[in-house]
């Protein structure tokens, strides 16, 4: 309580619970001489699991609170479940990788913090300073392995573009802060909706913010950086950096809306002009992007381009100003696609890794024969690739079937012929490794360093297989309660 004033913090449990055990780890990782990597891990996941329940009891008529700086509602909840749900994954996956390292662990926590408090910014200087908590401890961890040149010029890339990303959020946000003199989201939204607002000016303003959103997400042009990063860090890392940062940038996208919307057609370009070219462009230069790639690492790079394309659609259905209906579809759909996002792209980058450290490479060729001499996780990784792909009866078919549904329901249907067309285009180069895998011969050098007879699932691995392939299968049978979960959530 503060003089004069009441400050509720009854919204915020989960953020403050969250930062009181990861203080707590942070004397554990002192204290533990042996095994910290695995400690990290079990303390963190207990520690995800208690904020997940929290989170789920969370009021979500709560409103604004703490001076209207942060907001609580089914958004909040939906995200603030997921972000605990693919860390906890991810904190499962960095074991294999670091079993004696707290710090990774703690820096892939760290971020959380700002996750949370970024899925319910209401306000700039909120959003701002979330998204950089997430971004700091990014920058450390895509470096860890110092003596890695490769990991080293990752970090280095993914500084340099993230400082420069930065600089043009904050100077469309110093725009929109002249323009309406309020810092609140709502306030902003309200304003320049009154005002009927057709200022290029503002046009120049959300471009800039739009861009620095899209580095977060691997937006195209800002993309540029995703596959060398994907590439140079380590592979558990990757995995991180391909769903929960790009979802948390998704969550201050969809906090801005408000704003995009307010703009009027300035120079022929209105909020559905700038949403419908930047899908239609990442999803098409993520796809071709990967036709190319030798490295598996770098394909799914290019590949997490595409699917934020496919994301995008959903916020160009939001941006058309459409009908109730239609905008809570569309909602539910974006959602819905990070939910089963996670699940198989996950799954990929498990197995992506489970070999990577047998052979020591991720390059396709280390792939070739898979099939014959380790047929389980060439099974599992090829499920994988037919979800991304959006093959039925898989989860990854039903998360793009809910996104054209909304795209068609908003009558875009030009976008929905670009996002259909890309999907054939994608199915070429997830079908090449399934090809590699099956119908090749493995190659004498690689298949050596394998097990025989064949890598045993047991224990974490089985796990954390089960974890990813289980939804990945259900989703795309049964996704009904899920979706009107999120429905019930969000809208």
């Known amino acids: 309580m503060m003089s004069g004033l009441q400050v509720d913090l009854g919204p915020l449990l989960p953020e403050l619970i969250f930062s009181a055990g990861l203080l707590l780890l942070l004397i554990v990782n002192l204290v533990v001489k042996r095994g910290r990597g695995k400690v990290m891990a079990i303390g963190g996941v207990i520690l995800l699991a208690v ?112 400082a420069m990303s930065s600089g043009l959020m904050l100077y469309g946000f110093s725009f929109l802060y002249g323009m309406t003199g309020s810092t609140s989201l709502v306030n902003m939204a309200g304003h320049l909706g009154k005002i009927g607002a057709n200022d290029p000016m503002l046009l120049i303003a959300l471009v800039l913010v739009l861009a620095g959103i899209g580095y977060k997400i691997a937006m195209v042009p800002m993309h540029f950086w995703c596959p060398d990063v994907y590439e140079g860090s380590p592979t558990a890392v990757t995995a991180f950096f391909s769903v929960v940062p790009k979802a948390a940038g998704f969550a201050a996208l969809y906090r801005l809306m408000g704003v995009f919307t307010s703009l009027n057609t300035s120079w022929g370009v209105n909020a559905l002009t700038l949403f419908t070219v930047a899908s239609a462009v990442t999803m098409t230069f993520g796809n071709l992007g990967a036709l190319y790639q030798t490295s598996l690492k770098r394909l799914l790079a290019y590949s997490s381009i595409a699917h934020a394309g496919y994301i995008l659609m959903g916020f160009a259905v939001l941006a ?149 392939i289980a939804p990945t299968l259900i989703l795309g049978l049964w996704w009904g309660p899920l979706a009107e979960w999120i429905g019930l959530k969000t809208w």
């Open 51 to 162: 904020v997940c329940v929290f989170a789920m009891g969370g009021d979500e008529s709560v409103g604004e609170y703490l001076f209207g700086s942060v907001v609580q509602d089914g958004v909040t909840v939906f995200f603030r479940i997921f972000f605990c749900a693919a860390t906890a994954l991810s904190l499962g996956l960095m074991v294999f990788s670091f079993p004696n390292d707290g710090e990774p662990f703690l820096l892939m926590l760290s971020s959380m913090l700002g996750m949370f408090l970024l899925a319910g910014s209401n306000d700039l200087v909120t959003l701002f300073v979330a998204l950089e908590l997430v971004s700091i401890p990014s920058y450390v961890l895509a470096g860890y392995k110092r003596n890695d040149v490769r990991s080293g010029e990752a970090s280095l890339k993914y500084v340099m573009f993230g």
């Open 320 to 468: 058309s100003n459409p009908s109730m209906d239609v905008a809570a579809l569309a909602t539910q759909a974006i959602m819905f696609y990070l939910a089963v996002y996670l699940f198989m792209n996950f799954g990929a980058f498990l197995i992506v890794d489970l070999i990577e450290r047998h052979t020591g490479g991720d390059a396709i060729s280390y792939f070739r024969g898979l099939g014959r001499t380790n047929a389980v996780p060439a099974l599992l990784l090829a499920v994988f690739l037919f979800s991304l792909t959006g093959i039925p009866p898989l989860a990854g078919f039903t998360g793009k079937f809910l996104l054209f549904a909304a795209l068609v329901k908003g009558k875009l249907w030009a976008l929905a012929m670009i996002g259909i067309a890309n999907t054939v285009v994608s199915l070429y180069y997830y079908i090449r490794v399934i090809r590699d895998m099956f119908l090749y011969e493995p190659m004498p050098d690689t298949a050596a360093l394998l097990p025989n007879p064949g890598i045993k699932f047991k224990g974490l691995l089985a796990t954390l297989s089960l974890l990813a």
